[in-house]
C-alpha cells in the first residue's frame, strides 16, 4: 500500500526551479511507471515555476513602458555614386570604367572642388555582370545578337559636409557618375549619444506619469522602483535616393537641390514599480 509514495521520496527529488531523478536497481524494471511519473513531475514543476515568475519574492508590482523620441538636424551624409559602363568587350568595358572612376575621383578630391579626404570617400563595390535585356539604344550600338557586359562601381561619400550634397553630386556626375545609388542623412556618434539622454529622461518621465495615473485610479499608492529595463535607441536614418535617368537630368541644370529633413532618436525604458 506504500510502494507509490516510498518510490516518489527515493527516486524523484525536486530542487527549486530544478529537477533531479536517480535511479537504483530495484525501480529499473519499472520503466513505465518512471515515464509517468517524471512526466507529472516535469508539468508540476513548470506550473510552479510559471506562477513564480508572475511574481518577484511577493512584492507586487506594477511595469510601465515608456518612449522618448528626439528630432534633430542630421550632420553627416552617406552618398553612394556608381560608374556604370557597358561593351561587347568586357575589357575595353573594365577600362573605360576605370577612366571615368578615376576622374570622379580626382575631382571628388580635388581641394578646388569637391575637397574631400581619404577618409571621406572610398570603394564599396565592384562587379561585372552579363546584360540579358539591352535596351534599344545598346541593341542599335552593337547589335540584336551581341553578348554585352555591364561593369559597374560604386564609391561611398561620408562626411559632414551637409550642405555641399548637391554640389557633389553634380560634381561627380559631370565627371562621368551616371548614378546615385544611395542618398542617406544621419548623425554622428557623439550627437546621437547627446540626443539619447534626453529621449531616455523623457521616456522614464513617461512611464513614472503613467504608472502613477494607474495607480491613483485604483486606489494604489506607487512605491519605489524596482527594477529598469532599458531598451537600445533607435535612430532610423532619412534616404532619398534617385535613379540614374533623374542624376542625368540633374547633370544639366545648375545645382541639385538636396533638403535633408530631420531624424529622429528614439529611447525606450520598462520600470517595474513597488505597489504599496
Do not use: C, W
Not at 513602458?65 to 575589357?91: H, W, Y
Request: net charge negative; charged share 20%; proline share 4%.
Amino acid at each position: 500500500m506504500s510502494t507509490s509514495p516510498l518510490i516518489i521520496t527515493n527516486f524523484v527529488e525536486v530542487t527549486g526551479k530544478g529537477m533531479r531523478i536517480a535511479f537504483n536497481s530495484v525501480g529499473m524494471h519499472r520503466n513505465a511507471f518512471i515515464t509517468g511519473l517524471v512526466l507529472i513531475v516535469l508539468i508540476t514543476s513548470t506550473i510552479s515555476v510559471s506562477a513564480t515568475e508572475t511574481k518577484d519574492d511577493g512584492i507586487p508590482l506594477i511595469h510601465v513602458t515608456g518612449s522618448g523620441t528626439i528630432k534633430a538636424t542630421p550632420d553627416r551624409v552617406q552618398i553612394e555614386l556608381t560608374v556604370v559602363t557597358k561593351n561587347p568587350d568586357v575589357k575595353a568595358a573594365q577600362k573605360e570604367n576605370a577612366r571615368k572612376m578615376e576622374t570622379v575621383m580626382s575631382a571628388l578630391r580635388d581641394p578646388s572642388k569637391g575637397n574631400l579626404t581619404g577618409r571621406e570617400i572610398g570603394t564599396t563595390s565592384y562587379y561585372i555582370s552579363e546584360v540579358y535585356y539591352p535596351d534599344d539604344a545598346l541593341k542599335a550600338k552593337y547589335g540584336d545578337n551581341v553578348t554585352i557586359y555591364q561593369v559597374s562601381n560604386t564609391i561611398s561619400i561620408e562626411t559632414e559636409k551637409i550642405d555641399r550634397v548637391g554640389d557633389l553630386i553634380d560634381l561627380a556626375v559631370a565627371a562621368g557618375a551616371n548614378s546615385v545609388s544611395s542618398l542617406q542623412f544621419t548623425l554622428s556618434q557623439q550627437k546621437t549619444a547627446e540626443l539619447r539622454k534626453e529621449a531616455l529622461a523623457i521616456a522614464v518621465k513617461k512611464a513614472q506619469a503613467d504608472a502613477e495615473t494607474v495607480m491613483a485610479a485604483m486606489g494604489k499608492t506607487l512605491g519605489d522602483v524596482h527594477e529598469v529595463t532599458v531598451d537600445e535607441s533607435y535612430q532610423p536614418p532619412v534616404y532619398y535616393n534617385q535613379d540614374s535617368r533623374s542624376v542625368q537630368m540633374a547633370a544639366g541644370a545648375p545645382s541639385t537641390p538636396i533638403e535633408p529633413g530631420s531624424v529622429e532618436v528614439t529611447a525606450r525604458v520598462t520600470t517595474g514599480y513597488r505597489i504599496l
